[in-house]
């Protein structure tokens, strides 16, 4: 929507309801006394199963900033 003035009108609203579902892994491992490797997994599903009338998303549209898959690893090695 546009004011009179031409000016952009943003309403933010609800979009409706998702159902979301997911699995988190870590694992942490000690490789030699001084080196510790770790590693992690994140899967997540998410859906949208009602939206409200005039949002701007569908029934097939993803919840966004929320991705299916996540992964990270790091190492830590003690010098002393």
Excluded: C, M, W
């Excluded at 031409?6 to 870590?26: R, Y």
């Excluded at 770790?38 to 097939?60: D, F, M, T």
């Amino acid at each position: 929507a546009v004011s009179s003035g031409g000016t952009p009108i943003v309403v933010t609203g609800n979009a409706g309801e998702a159902d979301l579902s997911g699995l988190e892994v870590e694992i942490t491992a000690a490789a030699t006394a001084k080196l510790l490797l770790s590693a992690s997994l994140g899967l997540l599903h998410n859906e949208y199963v009602r939206v409200e009338q005039g949002a701007a998303v569908s029934l097939a549209s993803k919840l966004p900033v929320s991705p299916s898959r996540t992964f990270s690893a790091s190492a830590q090695y003690t010098f002393a």
